[in-house]
């Protein structure tokens, strides 16, 4: 995962989705990342009715070989 030449690996989650919404455009709804109220974050998803949350470590590095996110899915969806 590269932009203009700079691997983009192994920088933290959030330098890295600041980077990747310059250049994407995507279907998919993303938010910043809301650090250390991700119980509140959820209660609100669950009220308005999307599917679920994705909750990552905000200094964990991309890695292809292994899953370091955790998909939080709503149970009323």
């Not at 470590?57 to 899915?73: D, L, N, R, S």
Request: glycine share 10%; aromatic share 6%; charged share 25%.
């Amino acid at each position: 995962m590269c932009k203009d030449g700079q691997e983009l690996r192994g920088l933290s989650p959030i330098k890295r989705q600041r980077l990747l919404k310059k250049i994407v455009k995507s279907p998919v709804l993303s938010a910043d990342y809301l650090m250390g109220h991700g119980v509140d974050m959820f209660r609100a998803v669950c009220e308005r009715g999307p599917e679920g949350i994705v909750a990552k470590a905000a200094q964990g590095q991309y890695q292809p070989e292994k899953t370091t996110w955790v998909k939080i899915k709503n149970p009323n969806y």
